[in-house]
């Protein structure tokens, strides 16, 4: 069945360095992805997304890399500050079924070191 | 500020009781989601409703219901409510087009005592 985990629970990151979170899919009929990121007390929040027919993303200080070969997905955030801690959560949508029924990771908790 | 409304935004009940969560999705959004979010897990789909009739079915309880009114709020109606039902309850809306992003509200705390 689908199934989308990510590789590490919890990452810990100095302020301003770049973080890099990971996510692997099962879903080969997966074609569009999302990055969400969740902060103590709020809905998940739409970071940037990504088709299956691009390999890379761009957004401001994100940066989605997609490798279907391995069914791979990460996000990039260049120079963490602080108002990037948060529990981040891939998601992928096999878009053929027709109804959107994202299927989420269990998410990664970023914090920042200062 | 996600333009999707969910009230109340805390509920606290007890066992055995009916509660009613309620939706607005952003406006020109024809997709309401239901998700439910338990304590250090993460988001479980319910349920799907597009421009008034359901779409899609997750996990969802048979103690748990939906609807999407003409006006495209939504409500979530949950019966018989059992100490595990505690968690957060999460609207998102989508325009209809696929292959577009779900934006989340900030959710209906529900907790069953």
């Known amino acids: 069945g689908e199934s989308v985990g990510l590789h590490l629970p919890t990452l810990s990151v100095q302020e301003g360095d770049n973080s890099i979170i990971n996510c692997a899919y099962s879903?080969?009929?997966?074609?569009?992805f999302i990055w969400y990121k969740q902060e103590s007390g709020k809905g998940p929040q739409f970071i940037i997304d990504?088709?299956?027919?691009?390999d890379k993303r761009q957004g401001q200080r994100v940066t989605v890399l997609l490798n279907k070969t391995v069914k791979h997905l990460s996000l990039q955030i260049a120079a963490t500050q602080p108002g990037d801690s948060a529990v981040y959560f891939c998601?992928?949508?096999?878009?053929?079924?027709?109804?959107?029924?994202?299927?989420f990771g269990q998410g990664t908790r970023l914090t920042i070191n200062p | 500020d996600s333009g999707v409304t969910q009230t109340p935004k805390h509920l606290i009940t007890a066992t055995g009781q009916r509660v009613t969560l309620r939706c607005s999705p952003r406006?020109?959004?024809?997709?309401v989601y239901w998700y439910q979010q338990s304590l250090d897990q993460g988001l479980q789909f319910l349920i799907q409703?597009?421009?008034?009739?359901?779409?899609a079915k997750g996990n969802i309880l048979e103690r748990f219901s939906a609807q999407q009114f003409p006006d495209l709020h939504s409500e979530l109606n949950l019966s018989s409510l059992e100490l595990g039902d505690s968690a957060l309850y999460f609207c998102?809306?989508?325009?209809?087009?696929?292959?577009?992003?779900?934006?989340f509200g900030n959710g209906t705390r529900l907790t069953v005592t």
């Open positions: 998102a809306s989508s325009v209809p087009a696929g292959g577009s992003p779900l934006h």
């Open positions: 990504i088709r299956s027919n691009m």
């Open positions: 409703y597009y421009n008034g009739e359901e779409r």
């Open positions: 879903n080969s009929a997966s074609d569009y």
């Open positions: 406006s020109g959004d024809l997709s």
């Open positions: 998601a992928e949508i096999p878009i053929i079924q027709g109804a959107q029924k994202l299927v």
